[in-house]
């Protein structure tokens, strides 16, 4: 079973950028998606963006829409999160999940059931 390790939080100002990775271990990402998750102070969990690996498709959260970009590097087993012009509101605790190898379909936050523990940003004004 594949067990995943986030990695690359940190404390950054406003306006900043961070690349946070995901790291595969145990076996390759088989899954027909990924995605990340955040956890903001005092908030539910959200899910921030998703890639569809089979066919390269990616979602993201209108909130991150246009200043995050999630990426795949299937050689390295290492899923990442580009995260610029972070604010405020980005603080968080950042979590990769990813669907079973068994499950060929379906929509990215209801099939995915391997997480990993999470870093955490901290954006200050």
């Known amino acids: 079973q594949v067990q995943l390790a986030e990695s690359g939080g940190g404390s950054v100002q406003a306006g900043g950028s961070l690349r946070l990775s995901c790291a595969a271990s145990g076996s390759p990402f088989n899954t027909h998606c990924i995605a990340w998750f955040r956890q903001r102070p005092g908030k539910e969990r959200e899910w921030v963006a998703d890639i569809y690996t089979r066919v390269g498709v990616k979602y993201y959260a209108d909130a991150v829409k246009g200043r995050f970009t999630i990426s795949l590097d299937n050689a390295k087993n290492t899923l990442y999160l580009q995260m610029d012009s972070l604010n405020v509101d980005d603080t968080g605790l950042y979590v990769c999940?990813?669907?079973?190898?068994?499950?060929?379909?379906?929509?990215?936050?209801?099939?995915?059931?391997?997480w990993g523990r999470g870093t955490l940003v901290a954006v200050s004004s």
């Open positions: 999940a990813a669907a079973p190898s068994t499950v060929l379909s379906g929509k990215c936050t209801d099939t995915v059931d391997t």
